[in-house]
């Protein structure tokens, strides 16, 4: 399980999650994805905690997220409220492998984009990687 | 006062071996009565007596004698008794002297060279190789006070003759004064060149050979640190020199210093083992043309050689089971060094990061960096050389820089030439010689083009070179411990130092500076068991070194007394691995039974392997797969079977495999030809499996770098390995396993 909080985070994230302002969660941009290892390929689960921000929802209206697995769809998640969510599902065991790192990614179909600096961010992500 | 100290210390250690060494030498030259020039004689008793101290050295460490009072009063008796036979008092006749303007060339050029040299000499051993193995077999030696059996370090099975010396010098003055052994080599070289020359009544072509010598970039550096090429060198020419002595005086009492250096120089190192076929067949020869019985010298002369060269081989056959090694494997097999690490070795030594043997010339002269040094831009006039073929010394001095640069091809890194530069800048000299202010002209270029603030002018900024000198360093007043902490390798063998207890074994991918350490290191590449544990760690980031290939014989149920998998296949660039070999009958794996006798061929030393029920350790052949090669059960009694699954990996698709087994009528004959072949991934991580296997083999710490494959996984994910990392310094982590 990759938590934004840890120090280490940095080195399981691959792209578009910006860095924390001293917070314990981080912004996406429109694919965030990290890199995890599993013990093992049976019984795993994906899963995330994350908030859809009140005033992006404003302006973008519900969003969809999907989350893959290796390029596989797991599923996707249309959030249409502000607030802290969860999501966790069940990972195929042959889409995983027990020697190299699997990619988790998520796709977030509108962006809200600041009036301020034209910024795009996605949702805010506390946790995402795999629970067994 | 602790600076001064140091470097008293050093300059001893330093002395005492050279006046040992010239001592010996000098006692028995004199005893063999031979006269010589006064500038020769120093010079040839210094290299002689060097081959008789190592040997001295090697008896004592083969006798874990080698203590440092031993070496103190061995070395001030034979001292004082060289001094008390007037060994002291000069013999032989003068050289005419030398050209007043070539004189004063040679004084100013030299003295500034060698003040450079002098204080790189004397600066804290920071080379890559001296640190690592020619000083780390040395402080292994010295901690152990004689040679321990080391199965795990395949330097530490090369020759090591010049090391011994190293060894005498490191007890008194460490690092430094080892360096400066070889450093008396080097300057050895240089007068042994001028010498030659003046003898044959060419004085200023000596001058200017032993100046290109002596100048050449690559010679400077490597002569002033603790490696052993320019010693190697100034054997060599040492004996060329003698030979031609011999050939012009047929003096019977010089086969003996010449029997010595040929044997020594095999002693030094194992690419110039052609020293002895060369004194062979020059002695020879130039009997057989004169018709004078060449018997008697020849034998003496090869005897005398095989006393160098022989406990050298018997030291690595007691040892690693193999007088060659790390070489020669395939004629004589081992369980320390793998035939594939041989190959790979061989292959890389052969190109470096070449991609065209057409940028040696280049490469070797003006940038220096895919062949680790430059020899300077002069020698692109190597082809000019040929020109002295019109003199009789030109033609002696050619054959044997041909003959002592033949092994350069097994080779290419640039101070594998060095044995042949000496005999090149003479023939470059006196092809020139007739046109003398074109000499000099060159050789003042040589000069500038080689002095370090130019050379990097034109070499690449990572040619292997001397970048500059630091006599603050040199003289101790900045503590050896601050010069030497910009020294990735240094920092990390004090990390073991601090934190590793005394009893441990490291594992670790690429070498830290050994001679730093006392610590045990088992370094990847270097040994067959080393190589053993690289792979357990690397099975399980690599899927394709997984046992993920499932191969099953299935046939009518038969009464076997034997059965064995045999490759069928030739495979020159891969290997064959069987993870696991079971046996079925009626469904049910037979259990594995103490009556079972297992064998493989090749690699019969880690046939375990295949029956250890380990996901992370495999049987490999450890040399490309040929047919005939196999692993084999006896059961001891007839067993009913019907199946045996073999567990190979992705990386051995390739090969191919049959079943053979041997019936009530003693025969082998083929029991299933190809077997059904599936895919079973692994399904949970190998990574606490691979440590698990370390620490039984007893190791508990690992040295990761981030340049290491795997770094990574090692770091992110070392609670999945069971490792903790309880250090880091650079780029380094210490992990412990828990």
Redo the contacts between chains.
């Keep these: 399980m990759v938590e934004m909080s840890d120090p280490?985070s940095s080195?399981?994230i691959v792209k578009d999650i910006y860095e924390p302002f001293g917070s314990t969660w981080r912004w996406t941009a429109r694919q965030p994805t990290v890199k995890v290892?599993?013990?093992?390929?049976?019984n795993v689960r994906l899963s995330s905690d994350f908030t859809i921000w009140s005033e992006g929802l404003q302006q973008t209206g519900p969003i969809e997220l999907s989350f893959f697995v290796n390029g596989h769809l797991l599923d996707k998640v249309r959030c249409a409220t502000a607030g802290y969510q969860h999501f966790e599902k069940a990972v195929p065991?042959?889409w995983l492998?027990?020697?190299?790192e699997s990619t988790i990614s998520v796709d977030v179909d509108k962006l809200y984009v600041s009036p301020h600096d034209g910024k795009k961010f996605g949702f805010i992500l506390t946790r995402l990687g795999f629970l067994r | 006062m602790h600076a001064a100290l140091t470097v008293l210390a050093i300059l001893f250690g330093w002395l005492f071996t050279v006046a040992t060494a010239w001592a010996l030498g000098t006692l028995l030259l004199r005893k063999l009565s031979l006269v010589f020039y006064r500038w020769e004689e120093p010079l040839f008793a210094f290299l002689i007596g060097a081959a008789l101290l190592s040997a001295i050295v090697f008896v004592l460490c083969a006798a874990h004698l080698a203590w440092k009072a031993l070496f103190l009063v061995l070395g001030l008796a034979i001292i004082l008794y060289a001094l008390r036979s007037g060994a002291h008092k000069p013999r032989g006749n003068s050289f005419p002297p030398l050209p007043q303007r070539w004189r004063w060339v040679f004084v100013v050029i030299f003295t500034a060279f060698t003040f450079i040299y002098f204080i790189n000499a004397l600066e804290p051993e920071s080379s890559p190789d001296g640190m690592s193995y020619h000083l780390g077999v040395v402080a292994k030696y010295q901690r152990t006070h004689g040679f321990p059996r080391i199965t795990t370090d395949m330097y530490a099975s090369l020759s090591e003759g010049i090391e011994l010396l190293f060894l005498w010098a490191f007890e008194f003055g460490r690092h430094s004064a080892a360096a400066l052994v070889h450093f008396a080599f080097f300057m050895a070289l240089v007068f042994l060149i001028l010498s030659y020359a003046r003898r044959i009544g060419r004085p200023v072509v000596g001058i200017a050979a032993a100046l290109i010598t002596y100048l050449s970039p690559v010679v400077g550096l490597d002569g002033t640190i603790a490696y052993i090429d320019v010693g190697i060198a100034a054997v060599l020419f040492a004996l060329f020199y003698l030979l031609q002595i011999w050939d012009r005086d047929r003096n019977p009492q010089l086969l003996l210093p010449i029997g010595i250096l040929a044997g020594f120089s095999y002693a030094v190192k194992y690419t110039a083992f052609l020293a002895v076929p060369y004194a062979i067949g020059f002695i020879a020869w130039k009997l057989c043309r004169a018709r004078k019985p060449m018997l008697r010298p020849v034998l003496l002369v090869s005897m005398l050689a095989l006393a160098f060269i022989l406990p050298w081989m018997v030291k690595s056959w007691i040892e690693v089971a193999n007088p060659f090694s790390p070489f020669a494997n395939r004629i004589f097999p081992n369980p320390y060094v793998h035939i594939s690490f041989e190959d790979t070795y061989r292959k890389f030594m052969r190109i470096y990061a070449l991609t065209s043997y057409w940028q040696i010339p280049w490469q070797v002269t003006v940038r220096g960096d895919l062949t680790t040094g430059l020899i300077g831009p002069l020698f692109l006039l190597t082809p000019l050389a040929l020109l002295a073929l019109r003199f009789r010394e030109g033609r002696q001095v050619l054959l044997a820089g041909f003959i002592f640069g033949l092994p350069y091809f097994t080779n290419v890194g640039t101070r594998f030439l060095i044995p042949a530069i000496p005999f090149i800048s003479l023939s470059l000299a006196l092809a020139l010689s007739g046109v003398e202010w074109l000499l000099l002209t060159l050789v003042i270029a040589h000069a500038i083009s080689c002095w370090p603030n130019v050379v990097q002018l034109y070499c690449s900024p990572a040619g292997w070179r001397l970048i500059k000198v630091s006599p603050q360093a040199a003289f101790r007043i900045q503590p050896q411990e601050a010069y030497l902490k910009g020294q990735p390798a240094y920092v990390l063998a004090q990390m073991l130092e601090d934190l590793v207890p005394a009893d441990a074994k490291v594992f670790v991918f690429t070498q830290p500076a050994a001679s730093y350490t006392s610590r045990q290191m088992l370094v990847g590449y270097e040994g067959a068991f080393n190589e053993l544990l690289q792979d357990i760690l690397w099975i399980p980031m690599f899927r394709d070194f997984q046992p993920t290939r499932i191969l099953a014989f299935q046939f009518p149920q038969r009464e076997l007394r034997k059965v064995r998998v045999v490759q069928t296949e030739s495979v020159p660039e891969g290997q064959w691995s069987v993870s696991e070999l079971r046996v079925f009958a009626n469904g049910h794996e037979l259990p594995r039974d103490r009556e079972w006798r297992l064998t493989a061929h090749p690699n019969p030393w880690d046939v375990q392997l295949a029956f250890d029920n380990g996901p992370v350790t495999r049987w490999r052949t450890w040399q490309p797969p040929a047919p005939g090669m196999y692993l084999e059960i006896d059961f001891a009694r007839n067993q009913k079977l019907d199946s045996v699954i073999v567990e190979s990996s992705g990386d051995t698709s390739v090969t191919k495999i049959k079943l053979e087994g041997v019936g009530d009528d003693g025969k082998w004959t083929t029991v299933a030809g190809a077997p059904n072949e599936s895919v079973r991934p692994s399904r949970i991580s190998l990574r606490q499996a691979a440590t698990a296997e370390l620490k039984s083999r007893g190791i508990r710490y690992l040295l990761i770098t981030d340049d290491n494959i795997g770094a990574n996984d090692f770091q992110l994910y070392s609670k999945l390995w069971g490792m903790t990392s309880i250090a880091q310094r650079g780029t380094a982590r210490l992990y412990y396993i828990e």
């Design positions: 280490d080195q399981h290892l599993v013990y093992a390929t049976d065991a042959d492998s027990a020697d190299t």
